[in-house]
């Protein structure tokens, strides 16, 4: 069984850019939810996508976007960055209440 | 809206010590509780989890937490540490809010273990 994985691992961008980050979810899993880990804090959710559908949204503004394919992986996408966009994003897929997460992705903005 | 507490920022025990972290949640409902471990650098992986019955739920690596809801607490133990236990731990509490299911976790604690 394949657990999630995230791509790319580490990542350098310049305030402005957009950038686009990727999670295949664990086999058998259709719902994957998204997390902005800043340094030193827990994970904060960001949004949860289900059979392809949005499916509920935290406090971020509406730069930060997503899609869901129909084999259950998912995109980040956020536009016009920010220094405080700097951050490790985590993925996590579930099936049920229990939720396995990814490696990460190391956002830096400069 | 559901919160988690985890009061202690940093913790250091010896090799060979008990552990025992502390969490606090805020939640209306019966909780869905979760305790991941986190290395530098790494992804989150799930210890142990509770969702209903025994207050005493055993997890990977030896830890064990319990659930005690007068308290609101779901404390993570551990008898001896081992000094591969250093790393991060947090607290998590889900809860639906309304079509989805989410995480709220706690801020960290973060272990060192001495030789």
């Known amino acids: 069984e394949t657990g999630v994985t995230q791509s790319p691992t580490h990542l350098i961008k310049t305030r402005g850019q957009q950038v686009t980050l990727r999670c295949s979810s664990q086999?058998?899993?259709?719902?994957v939810s998204w997390y902005q880990q800043a340094l030193g804090q827990g994970p904060q959710f960001i949004f949860q996508?289900?059979?392809?559908?949005?499916?509920g949204r935290g406090n971020f503004p509406p730069r930060f976007s997503g899609l869901q394919f129909p084999n259950y992986s998912s995109e980040l996408n956020v536009n016009a960055l920010e220094l405080d966009d700097s951050a490790l994003y985590l993925c996590?897929?579930?099936?049920?209440?229990?939720?396995?997460f990814g490696p990460g992705t190391r956002l830096t903005v400069t | 809206a559901q919160s988690v507490t985890q009061p202690d920022i940093h913790i250091t025990v010896s090799e060979g010590a008990s552990l025992e972290l502390r969490c606090n949640y805020s939640y209306g409902a019966t909780p869905y509780l979760f305790w991941y471990v986190q290395s530098p650098g790494q992804g989150l992986q799930l210890l142990l989890k509770?969702?209903?019955?025994?207050?005493l739920v055993q997890g990977i690596k030896g830890f064990e937490a319990e659930f005690k809801r007068s308290q609101s607490s779901f404390n993570l133990r551990k008898p001896s540490v081992h000094w591969s236990d250093a790393a991060e731990y947090f607290c998590a509490v889900g809860a639906r809010g309304g079509s989805n299911y989410k995480l709220t976790f706690g801020k960290g604690t973060l272990l060192t273990v001495n030789p």
């Open positions: 509770y969702f209903s019955g025994d207050t």
């Open positions: 086999s058998g899993h259709n719902t």
């Open positions: 996590a897929s579930s099936s049920h209440l229990e939720q396995y």
């Open positions: 996508y289900y059979r392809e559908e949005e499916n």
